[in-house]
């Protein structure tokens, strides 16, 4: 049995955004009833879970609103409802890091927020619930190392910034599009950002397809192996790989994002690492197809763990 993580509140109410936040509840929606597959709401986080990634002038400019640039630096209008939205949306990838612990495998029906820094947003992430989920099970003894494999179209570069001071964590980034200052680059030649020892990207020239993807994995788990064998994984399964997203310059069909999928849960699995995913971006206009994607990484869940 599969658990995912959803809640109605995840959907912090950006107005007509470019990122559908209805794809949450539509997902959700769509694996409800599906065999094999169990939805419960979280748990919020508690701010202190928050404090342990980033800084309390960012925390507190999300709480209040103020300074308003800091609490709308993810490029979204602040409102006194994104609060409590992101203390959910972190605590689903919480709990799905914490159950994967216990049955292997798990998802949060919710982002990973990869471009999130301490100390600011970026990219529509305010807060990075891949590193928070990590650091709150670290701060309750429950895991030591924990790796990051990240599949969305744009480089994880938040993630990135906070593996600097955290060489327990490993980010491993396999990109298409270009992430830097705020900003999102279609070109993935320029070289914007610094692989260290723990955190390295693989970037995909445009018109990537499969081959070219799991060729970039098979060299990213390599590096991971490299590294040392954590004690959770977490999946940044993004949709916006697919080749009708607009910021997609790559060349992924459902089938191929779910040969994706498979291949990452199997090598969990095979290698006995616990692992949790989250679904990251989606912008494709048809939205049933973001929803056809992140739908498709639960089929490939389920055909590996089912
Ligand atoms: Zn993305």
Known sequence: MITAYHDPGFAAPIGDHVMPMRKFQLVADAIAHRDGVRVEAPAPVAPEDLLRVHTQAYVEAVRTGEPRALAESQKFPWSPVLWPSVLLTNGGALAAAERALADGVAAAV?????????DHGEGFCTFNGLVVAAEALRARGRVGRVAVVDLDLHYGNGTASLCATRPWLFNCSIYGNDYCENKAYREVEPVRHTDGANHRSFALANGSGRAALLEALERGLAALRDWGRPD???YQAG????????????DLDHEDLRERDRVVFAWARSEGLPLAWVLAGGYTPDVSKVVA???GTFDAALSVYG
């Not at 949709?239 to 790559?250: C, H, N, V």
């Open 232 to 234: 959770l994984v977490l």
């Open 110 to 118: 919710a982002s990973g927020f990869h471009h999130s820094h301490a």
């Open 293 to 295: 994607v992140h739908v």
């Open 239 to 250: 949709a916006d790989p697919y080749r009708e997203d607009p910021y997609s310059p790559l």
